[in-house]
């Protein structure tokens, strides 16, 4: 993944306190976008949460389960401190159509809570 973010432009169409287009109770509580020229599982670029760190390193992922879509993500979290990916976790974890487990850099991912 940082191989990917080091080579990649990354772009910001949803900044801090902007909300969703489809969902306008939805306010992004960091900047999120995506890594330019890249892809995913929906055939769009890879997506991007970039908190206030300014050394474009790699600190997490999200792996995001759309009930709604029937798709899944990951989404990378770039630069982000420990409240701010606390806090996304919590966004993740609000919505009644969708799921997100965050992994943490260096991170053992069995988690009680995420079961397959």
């Known amino acids: 993944m ?3 973010v080091d080579e990649s432009e990354i772009v910001i169409d949803r ?3 902007s909300r969703h287009p489809k969902f306008p109770e939805t306010i992004y509580i960091i900047d999120y976008g995506y890594l330019k020229n890249t892809g995913s599982s929906d055939g769009m670029d890879i997506d991007v949460y970039v908190g206030s760190k300014k050394n474009r390193e790699v600190c997490a992922v999200a792996i995001t389960v759309d009930f709604v879509k029937r798709d899944s993500e ?3 979290l ?3 401190t420990d ?3 606390e806090k996304i976790q919590n966004q993740l ?3 009644e159509t969708a ?3 965050i992994i943490r ?3 053992n991912i069995a988690h009680d809570n995420f079961r397959i």
């Open 93 to 95: 974890g609000s919505y």
């Open 78 to 80: 770039i630069d982000c």
């Open 83 to 85: 409240e701010e990916i």
């Open 74 to 76: 990951i989404k990378v």
């Open 2 to 4: 940082q191989r990917l």
């Open 99 to 101: 799921v997100g487990l």
């Open 15 to 17: 900044p801090k306190g």
């Open 105 to 107: 850099k260096g991170e």
